[in-house]
């Protein structure tokens, strides 16, 4: 099992540009979770899917888009980058949406916006 | 709307230094206290999940307690491989985590 996988590692964009983290999972996991990690803050949820075709928002979702067509894959999207996306990106992945199960994260992704 | 506090900010320790990091969370519904270890540059890797009010579980040096308002994580003799940032989070019934900011932990031998 290769667990969470994100890429790219880093990337930098300017502002107004727009791109996609990608993450995947090959554990099956149903739930699935976007966040951003920024000094002094802790990590931040973003968006979140609790199976293929179901995304919700999270506590800061603004700026950025989702989707699941497969259990798989949940790519992070952002529509028009701005100075304030700057931050480290975790995707993270849970077997089911039950109380007891944890989150196993991927690596993340530092994004530079300028 | 659902809190979660660490203190301290950051703690230094020389090897076999005992002491203990403070998580205080406020949640509408607890559903599970997640404790991660996060090492620079990489993900939060899971240690515990406590689910009630006086439930403790151990690996290695560290334990963890929880209390209706806050949990503890306990390390005992520490050596500098646990030099980490050790994050709390609570899992609420709106199916989501909310985060601390986490407690910088430096060991020095």
């Known amino acids: 099992n290769a667990g969470v996988t994100q890429t790219p590692k880093f990337q930098v964009l300017k502002t107004g540009q727009s791109m996609t983290l990608q993450c995947a999972q090959d554990?099956?996991?149903?739930?699935m979770s976007w966040y951003r990690q920024d000094p002094g803050m802790g990590l931040r949820l973003i968006h979140y899917s609790v199976g293929a075709g179901i995304t919700d928002q999270g506590e800061v979702p603004n700026g950025y888009n989702v989707s699941r067509s497969t259990t798989e894959d949940f790519p992070l999207r952002l529509l028009s980058a701005a100075p304030s996306q700057t931050s480290v990106y975790f995707c993270?992945?849970?077997?089911?949406?039950?109380?007891?199960?944890?989150?196993?994260f991927g690596p993340g992704t530092r994004l530079l916006v300028l | 709307e659902d809190q979660v506090t660490q203190s301290p900010e950051a703690l230094r320790l020389q090897e076999g230094e005992s002491s203990s990091l403070n998580c205080s969370y406020t949640?509408?519904?607890?559903?599970?206290l997640f404790w991660y270890r996060q090492d620079p540059g990489k993900g939060p890797e899971f240690l515990f999940t406590?689910?009630?009010a006086g439930e403790e579980k151990e690996k290695e040096r560290l334990k963890a307690t929880l209390t209706k308002k806050e949990s503890f994580l306990h390390i005992t003799a520490p050596k500098p491989e646990d030099s980490a940032t050790y994050l709390c989070a609570v899992y609420n019934y709106g199916q989501n985590f909310v985060f601390g900011p986490g407690t910088r932990l430096s060991v020095l031998p």
């Open positions: 993270a992945s849970t077997p089911s949406t039950g109380p007891g199960e944890t989150q196993y």
């Open positions: 554990m099956n996991h149903e739930y």
């Open positions: 406590l689910y009630s």
């Open positions: 949640v509408s519904g607890l559903r599970g």
